[in-house]
């Protein structure tokens, strides 16, 4: 099957954040950055062999804005030069507000670049610091409207909830000043401390009932501004879903290129070392493939991270299984628990099913 998406991780970023779980380098020489634009662009020239038409690229990492303009030139060149994008292209790129600029945004957008996802996570001093976030987002605004001047029109903004001494206050203001600056997306993710970060041991999480508090204060606020929830963190207005996002949730195939990226072609995943110096001396991925009818209900499972979960013709155009056939007695197990809705034409998970979608996906494989 042909990769219909591209995935480029860039793991560079300016410092190490204390809840960091990704794969990413805190600091890196020049050096560093060209051997890996070099063995990029082997993987690249390698996997665009089996790209049809790319309906969408995204560069995340890691912080890709934290190449230099020169680097993230030679980048979007080689996807350029390597791929054939769909006229519709949704092309995004992770930036962090004090690692991008004017002439990088002018870059990107020249190159077909055309929408940018933004870490900010909260505007808080405080709990910026708490959360061992470096730099500021003060320059945000100004970066936006650059971003418009140069063409591009969408914007997702990243925030963490949840933070350990975060009120609901706190998180409804940072709402408010991120609904002001007029983003086309907002991804909200409750933070996970996880095991072998910086703030694991230093920090606990508020109760489960701030947690919900928190989950129906940025619906209130969000929803109030034109944005929808359609996946469990993240809101859009209307036509402004991520469409690599959507592809990944629903099954569709996609090519990862960069240490620690993920390649899904349908039939299984194969994960890239999520070391450098492995990556860079051609450490192959470690291919891991599960019989169709255990990949097609993985699919089913992954799909009810959406609001609108399924509707069981897509699942069988994507999947070639009929869900009831292959889930039924599960499906019905979850929709007794109130956890989904379920009939022939289709199931989606309740506001239930999308706070517990670990119960969900772990009935559904
Ligand atoms: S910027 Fe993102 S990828 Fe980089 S250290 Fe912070 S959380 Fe991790």
Excluded at 292 to 309: D, H, N, S, T
Aim: aromatic content about 10%; overall charge negative.
């Amino acid at each position: 099957m042909l990769y219909t998406s591209l995935y480029v991780h860039v793991p560079f970023c300016r410092g190490k954040c204390s809840y960091c779980a990704f794969y990413s380098l805190g600091e890196s020489s020049s050096d560093e950055r060209r051997a890996y634009l070099e063995r990029l662009e082997q993987e690249l020239r390698r996997g665009a062999r089996n790209c049809g038409p790319l309906r969408s690229v995204f560069f995340g990492g890691g912080t890709p804005s934290a190449l230099t303009v020169a680097e993230l030139s030679r980048l979007a060149e080689l996807v350029k030069d390597c791929f054939s994008l769909a006229p519709d292209c949704e092309w995004t790129m992770e930036a962090n507000p004090e690692s991008l600029d004017e002439e990088k945004i002018s870059l990107l957008a020249a190159h077909g670049v055309n929408r940018l996802s933004f870490g900010v996570q909260s505007f808080s001093p405080l709990l910026r610091r708490t959360i061992g976030r470096r730099g500021s987002p003060e320059r945000l605004g100004e970066l936006l409207k650059a971003a418009r001047r140069h063409g591009i029109r969408r914007f997702n903004l990243d925030f963490i909830y949840a933070i350990p001494g975060q009120t609901l206050a706190d998180w409804e203001a940072d709402l408010r000043q991120a609904v002001a600056l007029g983003p086309t997306h907002v991804s909200t993710y409750a933070l996970t401390i996880e095991e072998g970060t910086r703030l694991a041991g230093q920090a606990s999480p508020p109760s489960d009932d701030v947690f919900v508090d928190m989950w129906d204060i940025a619906e209130a606020v969000l929803g109030a501004a034109g944005f929808r929830r359609y996946e469990i963190s993240n809101f859009a207005l209307a036509g402004e879903e991520c469409r690599h996002n959507v592809e990944v949730w629903q099954g569709g195939t996609y090519l990862g290129c960069g240490p620690a990226a993920v390649s899904f072609d349908g039939a299984g995943r194969a994960a890239n070392p999520s070391n450098m110096e492995a990556w860079l001396n051609g450490v192959p991925s470690v291919r891991e493939t599960l019989p169709a009818p255990e990949q097609a209900a993985e699919i089913l499972a992954f799909g009810m991270r959406q609001v609108a979960g399924w509707r069981w013709s897509e699942f069988r155009r994507r999947t070639g299984y009929d869900a009831l056939q292959l889930r039924g007695a599960a499906l019905a197990r979850l929709a007794g628990r109130s956890l989904l809705t379920c009939d022939d034409q289709g199931a989606r998970p309740t506001r239930l099913g999308l706070l517990f979608n670990d119960d969900v996906v772990m009935e559904l494989l």
